[in-house]
């Protein structure tokens, strides 16, 4: 990759940047420790983190909301799991986990000295299907804040990842062009095949890398800084 090409790098935050899988467990023993419910931590984020993922790709198609997502991740975790719980109650894990998530704040190993590798070489920016308050909770709690010159949610302009049109916007607002950003991130479809649909180059981050993907992958975020 030539690096004179790139003046603009857009990073995902979760799972990419933000330990999302880690600070939503340390959260979980939070508030299940807060309303005093015996259910066992590990056996839940098992179950948890699948549904999870099945929910966030119904959220990015447009056929859930956010409080959907929020809700029946949850709900069907429980009923998976045969553990009892009411409707009050998961409504009230459902704030809680809103309310305490950015209060955890692991980051990917090496994120911020990959960060200040970069930052006096590019400008970085942020585009996250994450929801708005929460994401900035994120990004400020977590330090990550001052290294990025635009900060793009779906929330904020109704659009998600990988519709082209929140790439296009990212650009806008990054004052930038296609052909002079670069997009890395965790999710094949939304972060990788959405940015390549508008002229993005990209690079795929997995801890495990994919056989079949002929593009350029990392396994550590360390390794950015052979490539650029």
């Given at each position: 990759m030539k690096k004179a090409e790139i003046t603009?790098?857009?990073?995902?935050?979760?799972?990419?940047?933000?330990?999302?899988?880690?600070?939503?467990?340390?959260?979980?023993?939070?508030?299940?420790?807060?309303?005093?419910?015996?259910?066992?931590?590990?056996?839940?984020?098992?179950?948890?983190?699948?549904?999870?993922?099945?929910?966030?790709?119904?959220?990015?198609?447009?056929?859930?909301?956010?409080?959907?997502?929020?809700?029946?991740?949850?709900?069907?975790?429980?009923?998976?799991?045969?553990?009892?719980?009411?409707?009050?109650?998961?409504?009230?894990?459902?704030?809680?986990?809103?309310?305490?998530?950015?209060?955890?704040?692991?980051?990917?190993?090496?994120?911020?000295?990959?960060?200040?590798?970069?930052?006096?070489?590019?400008?970085?920016?942020?585009?996250?299907?994450?929801?708005?308050?929460?994401?900035?909770?994120?990004?400020?709690?977590?330090?990550?804040?001052?290294?990025?010159?635009?900060?793009?949610?779906?929330?904020?302009?109704?659009?998600?990842?990988?519709?082209?049109?929140?790439?296009?916007?990212?650009?806008?607002?990054?004052?930038?062009?296609?052909?002079?950003?670069?997009?890395?991130?965790?999710?094949?479809?939304?972060?990788?095949?959405?940015?390549?649909?508008?002229?993005?180059?990209?690079?795929?981050?997995?801890?495990?890398?994919?056989?079949?993907?002929?593009?350029?992958?990392?396994?550590?975020?360390?390794?950015?800084?052979?490539?650029?």
């Amino acid at each position: 990759m030539k690096k004179a090409e790139i003046t603009d790098i857009f990073f995902d935050l979760d799972d990419t940047l933000w330990d999302f899988k880690r600070n939503a467990a340390l959260t979980f023993d939070f508030i299940f420790a807060k309303r005093e419910l015996s259910f066992d931590l590990n056996s839940f984020l098992k179950v948890y983190e699948v549904i999870n993922d099945k929910y966030w790709e119904l959220y990015r198609s447009n056929k859930i909301d956010r409080e959907g997502l929020r809700f029946h991740r949850l709900a069907e975790s429980f009923q998976q799991l045969k553990w009892e719980i009411t409707h009050a109650g998961i409504n009230e894990l459902v704030d809680d986990f809103k309310a305490h998530l950015a209060d955890f704040n692991h980051l990917l190993p090496e994120a911020i000295e990959v960060l200040e590798y970069l930052s006096p070489k590019y400008k970085l920016h942020i585009l996250t299907n994450g929801f708005e308050e929460v994401q900035r909770k994120k990004l400020l709690n977590s330090n990550l804040y001052p290294f990025f010159h635009s900060i793009t949610t779906s929330e904020e302009n109704g659009i998600k990842k990988p519709s082209p049109e929140i790439f296009e916007l990212a650009l806008k607002k990054a004052k930038t062009s296609k052909e002079n950003s670069l997009m890395i991130g965790d999710n094949f479809e939304a972060d990788i095949l959405g940015a390549q649909a508008v002229g993005l180059k990209t690079i795929y981050f997995q801890s495990v890398k994919n056989p079949d993907f002929n593009g350029i992958q990392i396994s550590q975020l360390n390794e950015l800084k052979k490539l650029l």
